[in-house]
T-cell receptor, first 113, second 110 residues
Framework: DTAVSQTPKYLVTQMGNDKSIKCEQN?????MYWYKQDSKKFLKIMFS???????INETVPNRFSPKSPDKAHLNLHINSLELGDSAVYFC????????????FGPGTRLTVT | EDQVTQSPEALRLQEGESSSLNCSYT??????LFWYRQDPGKGPEFLFT???AGEEKEKERLKATLTKKESFLHITAPKPEDSATYLC???????????FGTGTRLQVFP
């Protein structure tokens, strides 16, 4: 059984387009996260939601908008894509807001051309 | 600002050659230090959580230790399947977010 899943796995798009990445977890966790991993493998948190409520909102451009329709889903919508948005985006989940034992999805490799 | 530094950046070992990975942190009031393993093309996989200086955790060939300034991930008699990037992350006192280091890329050759 897949614990944290993301779609799509790969996303290639042109500058200026709008795209979404979807994440689902079946672990029964109440907290979900979006991370960005750059080309140097540095993993940085973008957002976190606890019970559909936004908890962490790091300094990311307003073009990035997370949406959590329920505890098991956290989607990421990106408007007006830029070259610098190219990265691997990971979704993760945990039980509680203290970040303990976060379980990560397989990642979505976004390439903006 | 909370910071995490991992060394070395890359490590090449012969199978069976034990070694250690280092994670240094500057966090006042550490609430937890986490080790993750990341295989190419995959998401990080949780390994250990350490909460206080002196604590140790073990899993197969891996042992994680914690002091007030750093953590070590000791790898005893590694096998090629231990090859991966090992990430360290810390949780500070006034935040709910993990701060990750840039990782150590470990390659174990037969």
């Amino acid at each position: 059984d897949t614990a944290v899943s993301q779609t799509p796995k790969y996303l290639v798009t042109q500058m200026g387009n709008d795209k979404s990445i979807k994440c689902e977890q079946n672990l029964g966790h109440d907290t979900m996260y979006w991370y960005k991993q750059d080309s140097k493998k540095f993993l940085k948190i973008m957002f976190s939601y606890n019970n559909k409520e936004l908890i962490i909102n790091e300094t990311v451009p307003n073009r990035f908008s997370p949406k959590s329709p329920d505890k098991a889903h956290l989607n990421l919508h990106i408007n007006s894509l830029e070259l610098g948005d190219s990265a691997v985006y990971f979704c993760a989940s945990s039980q509680g807001v203290d970040g303990y034992e976060q379980y990560f999805g397989p990642g979505t490799r976004l390439t903006v051309t | 600002e909370d910071q995490v530094t991992q060394s070395p950046e890359a490590l090449r070992l012969q199978e069976g050659e034990s070694s250690s990975l280092n994670c240094s942190y500057t966090v006042s009031g550490l609430r937890g230090l986490f080790w993750y393993r990341q295989d190419p093309g995959k998401g990080p996989e949780f390994l250990f959580t350490l909460y206080s200086a002196g604590e140790e955790k073990e899993k197969e060939r891996l042992k994680a230790t914690l002091t007030k300034k750093e953590s070590f991930l000791h790898i005893t008699a590694p096998k090629p399947e231990d090859s991966a990037t090992y990430l360290c992350a810390v949780l500070g006192p006034n935040t709910d977010k993990l701060i990750f280091g840039t990782g150590t890329r470990l390659q174990v050759f037969p």
